[in-house]
């Protein structure tokens, strides 16, 4: 991948119909409230996902993280960049099987700038190299606005999902 890939910020307009909804989401991922954590898909292609994750302050999260100072998890982004990679790995394989993908691991993850209640977060995840044998190698970007708030490098194993 070329840094001029990673200069390229993605565009969000919330007006614009998404590429998939969260009812076309769940059908995909198994993930349910409240670790559910993309909202909807605004691009999608062979080699690139953009997702958006709204971050708001009924997230379980604050409870905890922290109590006057809500500050979404840096590992929260990195699940919400996972299953946004999830959505990239399993829109390529055949859709009469479900599949799920588990994430093997993450690395040079960088966090950038605190993300908390009232930021959107814009997910990026772009493969690294094509998918083979069920492997798969991502680069993920998270941004609020124009600014990279997080970043890593992903790998994923997708397998057929077990009881289905």
Not at 77 to 82: D, N
Not at 143 to 159: C, M, N, P, Q, R
Request: glycine letters at 8%; a neutral charge.
């Amino acid at each position: 991948m070329d840094n001029n890939n990673e200069k390229q910020i993605p565009h969000y307009d919330p007006n614009q119909t998404p590429v998939k909804d969260i009812r076309e989401i769940m059908d995909m991922l198994p993930h349910r409230y409240p670790f559910l954590l993309v909202d909807k898909i605004i691009e999608l292609s062979a080699d690139k996902v953009v997702g958006i994750k709204n971050i708001t302050m009924n997230e379980a999260c604050f409870q905890g993280h922290f109590p006057g100072n809500p500050i979404f998890p840096g590992v929260l982004q990195v699940e919400a960049l996972a299953q946004t990679g999830g959505i990239l790995a399993l829109s390529q394989m055949n859709q009469d099987v479900k599949w799920d993908t588990y994430f093997l691991k993450i690395d040079n993850t960088k966090f950038r700038k605190m993300v908390g209640p009232g930021d959107t977060l814009i997910l990026v995840m772009e493969l690294i190299h094509p998918i083979r044998r069920g492997f798969c190698h991502m680069h993920g970007r998270t941004y609020v606005g124009d600014t990279l708030v997080s970043e890593g490098d992903f790998t994923a194993k997708i397998e057929k999902r077990k009881n289905s």
